[in-house]
């Protein structure tokens, strides 16, 4: 038995006695598999492959400072709702996430040394720089027509889409290719642009003039509860993270079946934090991620974890559908002060 075999089969053996998972085999072996993706990520991340630099070293070579300017610059966007989210946990679970949390720069000689990145971080920064979208989001500008036209709109996800497809077409080797998917997943865990996408297509079929079936008020509140980026239960810390499973839930809401879909939802994620948090204490599960090799990793995120694949189909624009993306990010948001970047 190789070491991925045996991997996906402890984790297999804890997901398969979930009792709600009989009822829906197909999210047992999505679940399986988003908690041997999420622990391959966190140890390859956190392991000797992912040393961290300045910004400063990180642009050596750079013609002039313009760079070293655009990163500094676009820290701040990357830092906006870092800073919120730890404030939130902190406030609602006394928790402070060091993954959350920069070093205090409050003396001469932090700023010189400037702030310490990783490799993943700074290929996340790259995207903040590269995707006006992105940006768009943070800053909330998304959500207004007068800013944003709706042609605008469709050219920045359409240029979201192809920017990914284009970088991950570039990425020719093991390491460059998990770096490609583990920045993709933290993207859409963060700024969920497919899932607001696509429920913004789900509410622009059944919320028209033309349909006799409309989600109510109360029920599109409900759907809500997809895009929280953490939700605090007695035990854990939950950061939603579901990406395939909340892509495949939003296809399965139609009026009348939303709380109950809810539930399934809220309760697939607290047993996926649970069984990983479990696993991640063992010292078996730490033995077999340190065994894996890059090629192991790939071959399993190919075949059983491509994120890729979200990607393939083009977006497809609609009467109303601009106006639900808009309303959609308004709602997500509108509990975040409006930033102070220009």
């Known amino acids: 038995m190789n070491d991925i075999f045996q991997f996906k089969s402890i984790v297999l053996n804890h997901v398969m006695k979930i009792p709600l998972l009989t009822e829906y085999p197909t999210f047992g072996i999505q679940l399986e598999r988003q908690i041997v993706f999420e622990l391959i990520k966190d140890y390859y ?8 630099t300045t910004i400063y070293k990180h642009c050596e070579g750079a013609e002039n400072d313009e760079v070293i300017k655009r990163y500094s ?7 906006y709702y870092r800073t919120i989210n730890n404030e ?28 310490y990145l990783s490799e993943y971080q700074f290929l996340q920064l790259d995207c903040i720089c590269d995707i006006p979208l992105l940006r768009d989001i943070i800053s909330k500008r998304i959500t207004s027509v007068k800013k944003i036209s709706n042609t605008q709109l469709q050219d920045m996800l359409d240029k979201y889409r192809y920017t990914l497809l284009e970088e991950k077409a570039k990425r020719t ?12 997943f933290s993207l859409e865990s963060r700024y969920q642009v497919l899932s607001v996408y696509k429920l913004a297509s789900l509410l622009s079929k059944y919320n028209n003039c033309k349909s006799h079936e409309k989600f109510s008020d109360e029920e599109k509140a409900e759907m809500l509860k997809l895009f929280a980026t953490f939700v605090v239960d007695e035990r854990f810390i939950i950061e939603n993270t579901l990406l395939p499973i909340r892509l495949e839930m939003i296809g399965l809401l ?6 109950s879909k809810m539930q399934q939802y809220t309760e697939l994620l607290q047993l996926k934090t649970i069984i990983k948090h479990n696993l991640s204490l063992r010292s078996d599960i730490n033995e077999l991620l340190s065994s ?14 491509n994120l890729s694949e979200l990607l393939e189909p083009k977006f497809k624009w609609s009467s109303k559908k601009e106006l639900f993306v808009r ?16």
Not at 94 to 112: C, S
Not at 254 to 259: A, H, M, S
Not at 297 to 304: A, G, P, R, T, Y
Request: charged share 30%.
């Open 45 to 52: 991340l956190k392991s000797e492959h992912n040393s961290k």
């Open 173 to 184: 080797n093991d390491k460059a290719y998990l770096m490609w998917t583990f920045n993709f």
């Open 73 to 79: 610059r676009y820290l701040k966007y990357a830092d």
């Open 88 to 115: 939130f946990l902190k406030e609602y679970a006394g928790a402070d996430v060091p993954e959350l949390t920069r070093p205090p720069m409050t003396k001469l000689e932090d700023h010189f040394k400037g702030v």
């Open 254 to 259: 139609r009026p009348g079946n939303v709380t």
């Open 292 to 305: 894996l090799t890059l090629p192991e990793m790939c071959k399993f995120i190919d075949e059983e974890y």
């Open 327 to 342: 309303e959609l990010y308004d709602t997500i948001l509108k509990d975040y002060p409006a930033p102070p970047i220009k």
